[in-house]
């Protein structure tokens, strides 16, 4: 088994999970998105990336194949990036999720990115990401997945309502209270 680390990032849309997934990238980790499988997963529907049809899809997903399909999709790609590289697990927003990354990465470090909602959803309503849209219905659909539970099981929460250069500061200490330096 290999050495290589992983770690699962959580937290509502426009928390700053992007932010630390780059840091992390920037440290030589290699980023995977469980939101690319749902964005992979609408383009081979023909759809177009509209929030909508993103929204859709990954709900149509989880109801058809169950609420860990979208992880169980990933799992080839955590598996060989770790042979080679620390990984970055971006995204997971469900309890599901989590369990079937465990029974197969049992070795793992989740960071749970928690941000007030009047900040996220200024972030999001500024951003041009093709998932973002209603940040209500966004939001309803996410909570409504379990994310609060995964956060609860969080083995680290780091908060994002300072400044940009504090929250960075905040994500170094916190990857550095883990050994990630």
Not at 82 to 96: A, C, K
């Given at each position: 088994m290999s050495e290589n680390r992983i770690i699962v990032l959580s937290g509502p849309p426009g928390s700053g999970k992007a932010a630390v997934g780059h840091i992390l990238e920037e440290m030589g980790w290699k980023i995977l998105s469980l939101g690319d499988v749902v964005r992979s997963e609408v383009a081979s529907r023909n759809l177009e990336p509209t929030p909508s049809n993103i929204g859709y899809v990954a709900q149509d997903m989880r109801d058809q194949f169950g609420p860990a399909i979208v992880m169980e999709r990933l799992l080839h790609d955590i598996e060989a990036a770790?042979?080679?590289?620390?990984?970055?697990?971006?995204?997971?927003?469900?309890?599901?999720e989590l369990e079937r990354l465990q029974s197969s990465q049992p070795r793992m470090i989740v960071i749970a990115v928690e941000a007030p909602e009047s900040d996220r959803r200024e972030r999001i309503n500024s951003r041009l990401r093709s998932d973002d849209g209603n940040f209500d219905e966004r939001e309803a659909r996410e909570w409504g997945w379990g994310l609060e539970m995964v956060m609860q099981l969080a083995d680290l929460t780091i908060k994002n309502d300072q400044t940009e250069g504090d929250f960075r500061a905040s994500i170094f200490n916190s990857l550095h209270s883990i050994g990630v330096e």
């Open positions: 770790v042979e080679h590289n620390h990984v970055v697990i971006d995204g997971l927003r469900q309890i599901e």
